[in-house]
């Protein structure tokens, strides 16, 4: 059965019948003029989303999207982001008007459609008007043009139906997720994933919380993250250019505080790119040396050194073929990982991860996991952490690497001090964020970090 069709979740379904939801506040505006090309390229990016990681970010940078005035590829972004978030729910309406499955470039239009009208708030007129002449305009779904026109003037007209916010979980996510963390967990994930998060700050040690919340209209959250409303373009905001904070999730500014670096101390970061983890470690006061084998990657984190006053040292390379001896009191490892535990911010990690990758990547982790213990001094820590909910890149390699490496063992973790939900403490003192806590506050990233200190 599949998760959503349980009685304790069913109790928890949302009624999408009547009034659409409140408006999203994606980066874009939502106009009601906006004309097809952008609804066009907005199915583009979906598919492109679909099809493979990192897809509907290549997507926005070929010609199509490029060609659109900048409020338009910013609604055709916001519209794309809306149906990956909600697709489950989306083919739910869909599959109950279909009698079977039409070509998939109708689907798209159909879905592209609905996503308007039921997150975005567009004007059903105006989505389904620009759906019937994109349909028009193709050969391939000419013939299906009136199909199109009757399912989106029906859903109009008797609103969407129940819908279960886990339908827009894959299966097999949706599977693991259950089998990790239990049923009431996969309900508050599968809500967490259906809502566009707040944009969150880190800020350097002694600038006050109060005052940047206030410049940009935020609240100070445990642990001195700020947090706003706010999206789009950082670099126009109030104190962006004072370099006091950078953009930077709640959840993923824990693993630095964990490392608890102090001043003067030599710091490893051995995947550093694009580098909120460097500025906490900087800013700390660490000498720190920011490792990452992308350099495209590396030059965001260099920006940003240079905008905050922050220094490291920074290098281009693969950390296990760095060729330098030195070791460190502090390794901080932020693993590539399938980044499942991101998706409020990225929808489409959810469907471009393949199952077989979770294995692949936890043998990288286990390769650069060793390597970060041959740069630890001894009494030195080391914090591994991923921004994955897989298990697989989280407990399973620490509990590994505790037992190859007998020099190391875990010290707990002090969720509060690091401003991490306090039930994100494991029995075994590791910390495992889930993006279902802090609900009430808005949620957070999926992170799994653990310190680890080397015997002296
Ligand atoms: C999760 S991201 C790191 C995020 C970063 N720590 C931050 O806070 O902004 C993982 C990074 O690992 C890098 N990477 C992947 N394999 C690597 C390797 N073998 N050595 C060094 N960096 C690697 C990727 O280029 C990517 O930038």
Request: net charge neutral; charged share 25%; proline share 7%.
């Amino acid at each position: 059965m599949k998760p959503g069709h349980s009685s304790e979740a069913r109790g928890r379904r949302m009624a999408t019948k009547g009034r659409p939801r409140p408006a999203s506040t994606e980066t874009a505006p939502v106009q009601d003029d906006i004309g097809v090309e952008a609804r066009v390229v907005a199915g583009l990016l979906l598919n492109a989303a679909l099809e493979k990681r990192n897809g509907l970010d290549e997507a926005l940078s070929q010609p199509a999207a490029r060609a659109l005035a900048p409020v338009d590829r910013a609604f055709a972004r916001a519209v794309a982001m809306a149906a990956l978030r909600r697709l489950g729910e989306i083919d739910q309406i869909l599959d109950r008007r279909l009698q079977k499955s039409p070509p998939e470039a109708v689907r798209t239009l159909m879905r592209i459609a609905l996503a308007q009208t039921l997150v975005l708030e567009t004007p059903a007129f105006a989505a389904v008007s620009t759906a019937v002449k994109l349909a028009e305009r193709d050969p391939k779904t000419r013939p299906y043009k009136n199909l199109v026109n009757a399912v989106l003037r029906g859903v109009g007209r008797d609103g969407p139906g129940l819908t279960t916010a886990e339908s827009n979980l894959p299966d097999w996510i949706a599977a693991r997720w259950k089998a990790a963390y239990g049923e009431a967990a996969l309900v508050g994930l599968a809500l967490a994933a259906r809502e566009e998060p707040a944009t969150d700050l880190s800020l350097k040690p002694g600038v006050d919380p109060a005052a940047i919340a206030a410049a940009v209209e935020g609240e100070a959250l445990p642990g001195g993250t700020v947090r706003t409303g706010r999206r789009g373009d950082v670099a126009s905001w109030p104190t962006f250019d004072d370099g006091d904070w950078w953009v930077q999730d709640a959840a993923a500014a824990a693993p630095a505080r964990l490392l608890g670096v102090k001043s003067g101390e030599t710091v490893l970061d051995m995947c550093a790119a694009p580098g909120g983890k460097t500025l906490q470690l900087a800013a700390a006061g660490g000498q720190v040396t920011a490792l990452d084998r992308s350099a495209p990657r590396l030059k965001r984190l260099t920006q940003n050194l240079e905008r905050t006053g922050l220094t490291a040292e920074v290098v281009a390379v693969p950390a296990e073929d760095w060729d330098d001896a030195r070791t460190f009191d502090a390794v901080l490892l932020d693993a590539p990982c399938t980044a499942t535990g991101t998706f409020r911010r990225n929808p489409e990690v959810l469907r471009a991860t393949r199952p077989a990758e979770v294995a692949k990547l936890a043998d990288v982790q286990h390769r650069l996991l060793d390597a970060a213990a041959e740069r630890v001094k001894p009494g030195g820590r080391l914090v591994y952490c991923t921004c994955s909910l897989e298990r697989e890149e989280g407990e399973t390699q620490i509990i590994a690497f505790l037992r190859r490496n007998p020099a190391f063992r875990t010290v707990s973790a002090d969720p509060v001090a690091v401003g991490a939900p306090p039930e994100a403490l494991t029995p075994e003192g590791w910390l495992r964020i889930l993006p279902s806590m802090w609900a009430e506050k808005g949620g957070l990233d999926g992170f799994f970090a653990a310190r680890l200190e080397r015997a002296g």
